[in-house]
């Protein structure tokens, strides 16, 4: 099983869900996800664990949370189960998405 940086993802497309990791099958992960704003500016963030690439209204976990010039927004302790998806959406191409922590058989 993985542990350290799961997966990383500098938004390349503003307005745009991107899938920064996905759980394996029979697994389930233990991870911290940190949200960096690189931009002299304010940014706006979505942060989904979600069954697709697509996230419906009930699997966002951030929406539309403001993160500030140079900011960082962290989630910890968040446990994600079987083929699931960290899905992140940004308002600016100035934005970099990390999770990281250790998987487990399920």
């Known amino acids: 099983m993985a542990s350290g ?16 990791y996905t759980v394996p099958a ?6 911290n996800i940190n949200i960096v704003n690189r931009s002299a500016s304010a940014a ?3 942060l989904a664990i979600s069954a697709s690439d697509t996230p ?8 539309e949370a403001s993160l500030s010039a140079q900011g960082v ?4 302790g968040v446990v994600i189960n ?6 992140a959406y940004a ?8 999770v990281y922590g250790i998987e487990e058989s399920a």
């Open 44 to 46: 706006t963030v979505r």
């Open 91 to 98: 308002s600016t191409t100035d934005v970099s998405v990390a």
């Open 26 to 31: 029979s697994t389930l992960a233990v991870t």
């Open 56 to 63: 419906v209204n009930a699997e966002y976990i951030e929406y």
């Open 82 to 87: 079987s083929s699931k998806n960290v899905v």
């Open 5 to 20: 940086i799961l997966g990383q993802v500098g938004i390349s497309t503003a307005s745009t869900n991107h899938t920064v």
């Open 73 to 76: 927004l962290e989630r910890t």
